[in-house]
């Protein structure tokens, strides 16, 4: 077996013809001797290390994107326990995904959140337990590429899947449903801290609310603020209800995101909303803390805590004597949410 090297003299060899070609192709493209032979001499072995040097600068990309589906499932099961007990199981899928451009001085996100769960108990139907479907789109524009503050615009819906209903009560009617209610926020304003990625606040002066309430049935009660249908003496419905209602107002709204320790991250949001015209300095409040716990790649388990209030949603309660509903006032809205399950990243 015959086994074939390269010499190191014919190696060297190789690299001198090669440098000689390249000072033979710049002295044959100059016709009178201009510069030294040194000086391209020189430049014909930058040539050659410029050809075999790698780039370190990379271009970050102008888009960036988020895909990501959790499913958090809890169950609990009994076999001659005797403290009792109730068999159920509950699930709560998730989905989250980005979209976001930034150059120069632009930035453009993009996001849409959905969680939609269910819980099965021994003895009762299916319930929901959680439906959520938001999108949010915001586009900042800044004077330099150092400023933190860009002049922005908003634009955020927020609805339901399926309908929704007050178990507790004996009614069977939905008393919400996909639209009903639907909430659109379209503002101009100012934004601090775009690029930073851990806290961002947004202040618009002049942001639109609309409120939709599309079943027919819910705005003739007049749900979640619209004007409810009119009646005569004998309650026959002189005018349908309004199927939208338009407010006009000032938005505060604010996002803070840490990670507390390796494995556990804190997302913080809070909006503030108050209308110009209906009732000024009463303010609509939307909070929600979220902690994030991270066991590997995979597994992870969640606690989050979602306050409301809104003046414009009344509380309605069933009279136990006279089975009648009677409209009460306004209620601070609260949701709390644990769960342990699988997040994947696509």
């Known amino acids: 077996m015959f086994q074939y090297s390269i010499s190191p003299i014919v190696l060297i060899a190789c690299v001198l013809c090669f440098v000689s070609d390249v000072f033979a192709q710049e002295l044959v493209q100059k016709d009178t001797l201009q510069e030294p032979v040194d000086v391209i001499a020189a430049k014909a072995i930058a040539g050659i290390t410029n050809a075999f040097k790698v780039k370190s600068d990379t271009v970050l990309p102008l888009w960036t994107e988020v895909n990501k589906a959790t499913l958090d499932v809890n169950e609990v099961a009994f076999v001659n326990w005797n403290a009792g007990g109730t068999n159920s199981i509950s699930g709560l899928l998730g989905l989250e995904c980005q979209r976001n451009y930034k150059k120069d001085h632009m930035a453009w996100e993009n996001k849409m959140f959905a969680r939609y769960g269910l819980n099965k108990q021994q003895e009762q139907k299916l319930r929901k337990t959680d439906d959520i ?50 909430y659109l926020f ?82 913080h949001l809070i909006s503030l909303y108050t209308d110009y015209l209906n009732d000024f300095g009463n303010i609509d409040v939307d909070w929600e803390v979220y902690f994030d716990f991270k066991v590997n790649q995979y597994v992870r388990a969640s606690l989050g805590s ?41």
């Open 186 to 267: 379209l503002g101009a304003g100012t934004a601090f801290g775009e690029h930073i990625k851990s806290f961002s606040m947004y202040f618009s002066p002049l942001t639109l609310k609309s409120t939709f309430v599309l079943d027919r049935r819910l705005a003739d009660a007049g749900s979640f603020g619209v004007e409810a249908a009119k009646y005569d003496a004998e309650d026959r419905k002189i005018s349908d209800g309004n199927r939208s209602r338009h407010e006009v107002g000032v938005l505060v709204s604010s996002t803070f995101n840490k990670q507390v320790f390796s494995n556990i991250s804190l997302k």
């Open 133 to 182: 479907l938001e999108i949010h789109s915001r586009f900042g524009y800044r004077k330099d590429t150092i400023s933190n503050w860009y002049y922005s615009a908003n634009f955020s819906f927020k609805t339901q899947f399926a309908n929704g209903y007050n178990y507790s009560n004996s009614d069977s009617n939905a008393i919400s449903k996909f639209m009903a209610p639907g």
């Open 306 to 346: 979602h306050l409301k209030y809104d003046n414009d949603v009344k509380t309605v309660v069933e009279n136990e004597t006279t089975g009648e509903t009677i409209q009460k006032g306004a209620k601070v809205q609260w949701k709390q949410l644990l769960g342990l399950g699988v997040s994947v990243a696509f």
